[in-house]
Each structure stands twice: as C-alpha cells, then as structure tokens.
C-alpha cells in the first residue's frame, strides 16, 4: 500500500471528526444542554489534535495566509480576555473551540489544496444530511435516550435550531456538489441531501437559518446567472430546476406527512413564514432588548471584553427588571449564550478581537471575487462563489442565534472556509523542523494545547457521569474535584449541605458557585444562612 501522506492523513482525520461530531451526544438528562455540547466539544478538539499531528509529518514550516494571520489575531486577543475572565473555566472552554475551529482551518485548507476538496466537501455535507436525518427521525417517531423532548426536533444536536443552522451552513456546498456531479449516482445522491436538508429545515422552524437560507441562495443566484452567461454551460440549465424540485419535494413532505411534533399553533410553518422578521414581539423583541443590553457591557469593556464565554457571568449585572433573557426562578441568563454571534464577540472579546475577525471574513470575500473573475470555467467559479453563499449563510445566522460558540457549527464553518478558499500569498512562515528548538516548541505547544482541551472535555463527561449517579455528598464532590467549573455540581453539594445543616459544605461550595456566577442570587442566599454576607457585584 501506498505511504499516507500528512495530507491525505489530514483529510481522513476531518472527515471522521464530522460524523463523530454530528452522532457525539450522552444520555445524562440532568444536564440538558451539555449532554450535547461537552461530547462535540471533545469530538472537536480530538479532530484538531488528530489534525495537527497529520499535518505536522514531514512538514518543514507553518505558512499562514492573511486571512489566517487575522483569526490568529482573534484567537490571540481571545487568550489575553480569558486570563482577565471573571469564569476562567467559562473563558478556556469558548477559546479552546476558536482554537480547534482554526487548526481545522488550515488542515481543510492544506487537504483541499493538495486535490482532495471534493471528497471532504462530500463527507462534510453527507454529515449534515446526517444531523438533518436524526432531526427528521424524531420527527416522525422514533425515540432514543439521545434526543431531547426540548426545542424537538434536534436529534443528536437536542435543539432544532441547531441543526437548522447546519443546514443553511452546508447548503451551498451540497448545492455545488450537485452542480458538478459528473456520476448519475452522485447526481441522485446530492439530490435526496437536497430534500433532506429542506425537509430538516421546514420542520425546525428557525427563521434565522431561513432567512440565512434565502441569503445565500441570492448569492449562489447571481453568480449562476453570471456563469451562465459566461460559458451556457448546459449544467446550470440542467441542475438547478432539479435541485429546486428536490428542495420542494422535501418541504412538501414535512408539511404534509403527519408527524409526532406538538405546536400550539394551527398553521406552524405559515406562522414561521409570515412572524420571521416580527421584532416587535416574542422572540424578535427579546433578541433587540438583549442586543441593546450586551451592546452596554460591550462599551464598558471596548478592549477586552467581558471575556469568552462569560457573557452570561456578566450580563445578569447590566439587564433591567424584566428582561427577557433572564430566567425569573435563579435571576441568571436562560440561555449561557447571546443571540447572535456577533454581539456576543463584541461583548465578550472586545472591538480589536472583533474587527480582527470581521477583516478575515472581508479577506475571504475578496478572495473569492479575484478567483471568480479570473476563473476560465464553472469548475474554477464555482468554489469561490459557494464560498461567498456559506459566508452570507454564516453571517445572517450569527446575527440572529450563536453557531461560533458552540462546538459543531465551527467544525464545519471552518472545514468549509478551509475548503472552499481560494489559494492565496503566505504572509507568515514559522519555521516547524524538529531540528529546532522553536520548531520543536511550536510543534509541541500547539499539540499539547489540544490534547489539554481534549482532556478538559472528558473531565467534564466523567463529572456528569458521576454526579448523575451520586447518592452522597462525597459522591458529589467527586463530580466537584472532576468539573470544578461546574455551577450546577457546585450548586448541588450547597444544597445538600443546607439540607443537612453542613455549614462547611455551604461555605465551601456556595462560594465557589458564587465566584463563578457572582450576580448569581442563589450562592448568595444558601451563605446567608450560614451567616455569610458577600457583596454581590
């Protein structure tokens, strides 16, 4: 056989990390929402390590474009917030997934540029056809101790907005797929993903991933008129039609094929249509009042930020009574996440972080135009122009929900940026020859940072693995000593020990919830009685 090169190591690695990413989740329903986020957040830092080590055999040096050059800057500007976070455990875990995120940049890209773009192409999307098709399986029925009865349909995600935001990330790039098929089986194969993400997309009634949907779709429009009128290549004329059948056929399905899922309303889809840009009630008000807010921690911290991932530590302190966003029971964020990515990176990682991130984005539309006014042909178009639809798709999804904090979106955005950019000029060249000490160094810096946030992940796994078999209060601090940033562990052992009248325990533990959320009121209350006052902030 044939030695593997790094290259076609690199590919194997991220086409793997997409299907363990998407089937990734645990059963333990006490903890509802990172059941789901803590094992992708391992499936991607295990596909980053794995990445890394692939792409450093036999490389002589780490060349870098000013694209990347830029989200490097992010990322850098991201650690100095973190050390400064108030959650230092909130504040690792959302820089470890912008990390991963980039060293899958760069392995999609040095894997697309040595000829295996549509082979990753196909896997990442088939993976999503895959999250579309656990979405559509509880949809109509099925049952499984990995999905969740909240926000259904979610399959293995547990929420159906997150596998809408997949969807309208991954469409152009299946759509590009079916463009230039050159098998029937291909052809057929593409075309059913087609149907699948539509149907997936219809019965999640996100209106972020629609509208982002409908952006990208405009995109892909006008660049196909524009090619059609270059070359009249019979392709356009012939697949287009037959990706809109497609995409018809699957909407038709989930809005006539009965299914298992409750709405209150009468006409759902109708009423998902005509409300998706109503910002005067309901969810639409709540993300402008919560926009507004975030917009004030984002002035008060202009550098820096609040920090990452602490968005939700901070934001209790600055929401008026009221406020949408905020859980009325604990007095803390219902969600641990803005919506939108943007706001959240102004008011996490500061303005110079998010205009570092911003120009990436700009540099990777500029890009894609030079490469599409000097292509000779629709093949040499059309990865450019499905570069720029994914990039409307990602940018009107981050401004109405989160897809870049969390772990499964930034697997495929940055494997698909990395995929789908067109070559460019090295800005940065380090050397990474073993035979130096910084090439040493480097190399192994950059792998035992992954493999510390692979093992971060699986510490938090164990943690709820034990404390959702715990009985006593020493089976709970076990979870405690394996998860110390967990507020709900934390949370659990204060109880227990108000419960028992073990005031140790309440001091103990109640305070270290409290220096996690400190505008938290419930830490607060259990130290109050035992006779602790702290000063909330």
């Known amino acids: 056989m044939p030695e593997t090169t790094p290259d076609r190591g690199a590919l194997r690695v991220l086409q793997s990390g997409a299907i363990a990413i998407v089937l990734a989740a645990a059963t333990y329903k006490l903890f509802e929402l990172d059941r789901y986020f803590v094992p992708k ?14 792409c450093l055999q036999g490389a002589r040096r780490l060349e870098l474009t000013r694209v990347e050059s830029l989200f490097g800057v992010f990322l850098l500007l991201g650690i ?4 400064l976070a108030t959650n230092p455990w909130a504040a690792v875990r959302a820089v470890g997934i912008t990390f991963s995120g980039l060293v899958i940049l760069r392995a999609a890209r040095a894997t697309s540029e040595s000829g295996s773009r549509s082979p990753l192409l196909a896997v990442l999307t088939g993976a999503i056809v895959l999250a579309s098709g656990t979405s559509l399986l509880q949809a109509y029925g099925v049952t499984s101790g990995y999905f969740s009865l909240n926000r259904s349909p979610g399959g293995t995600f547990g929420n159906r907005n997150f596998v809408a935001h997949l969807v309208a990330i991954g469409a152009p790039a299946l759509l590009l797929l079916l463009v230039l098929a050159a098998r029937a089986r291909e052809i057929l194969a593409a075309s059913i993903g087609v149907a699948i993400l539509a149907a997936a ?3 999640s009634r996100s209106r972020a991933a629609m509208l982002a949907v409908l952006a990208a779709c405009l995109v892909l429009a006008l660049g196909m008129w524009v090619a059609q009128r270059r070359w009249r290549d019979p392709r356009i004329a012939r697949r287009s039609p037959l990706a809109a059948a497609f995409a018809a056929l699957g909407a038709a399905a989930a809005i006539l094929v009965p299914n298992t899922l409750n709405w209150r309303s009468d ?10 840009v109503n910002y005067r009630e309901g969810s639409g008000h709540g993300r402008l009042v919560q926009y507004g807010t975030s917009l004030k921690l984002a002035a008060q911290h202009p550098l820096l930020g609040v920090g990452p991932g602490n968005w939700a530590v901070a934001y209790p302190r600055v929401a008026a009574k009221g406020d949408p966003s905020m859980d009325r029971d604990d007095g803390m964020t219902s969600n641990p996440w803005p919506s939108s990515d943007w706001i959240a990176m102004l008011a996490e990682r500061g303005l110079p972080a998010t205009l570092a991130f911003v120009l990436a984005l700009i540099g990777l539309v500029v890009l894609s135009l030079r490469a599409m006014r000097n292509a000779l042909d629709l093949d040499e178009l059309l990865p450019p122009l499905t570069l720029l639809a994914t990039l409307a798709a990602t940018i009107v999804v981050g401004c109405f929900d989160a897809s870049l904090l969390l772990a499964a979106p930034t697997l495929f955005v940055f494997a698909l940026f990395g995929a789908l950019s067109p070559p460019a000029a090295t800005r940065v060249s380090v050397p990474l020859s073993t035979a130096t000490t910084r090439g040493l160094a480097l190399a192994g810096g950059v792998c035992a940072v992954a493999f510390l946030l692979s093992l971060r992940s699986v510490s938090q796994l164990v943690a709820m693995g034990m404390f959702s078999s715990a009985n006593t209060v020493a089976e709970y601090d076990h979870a405690a000593i394996a998860d110390p940033g967990s507020y709900r562990i934390q949370m659990r052992i204060a109880e227990l020990g108000a419960e028992r009248a073990r005031c140790d325990l309440v001091k103990r533990h109640a305070m270290r919830a409290h220096d996690l959320f400190p505008a938290a009121p419930e830490p607060a209350h259990l130290l109050a009685g035992c006779g602790v006052r702290i000063k909330r902030r």
């Open 41 to 54: 957040e391992l499936a991607l830092h295990l596909t980053a390590l794995a990445a890394i080590i692939a």
């Open 201 to 203: 997309l219809v019965l």
């Open 80 to 83: 100095i917030s973190a050390v």
């Open 267 to 276: 006409s759902p889809y109708l009423d998902t249509v005509t409300g998706v």
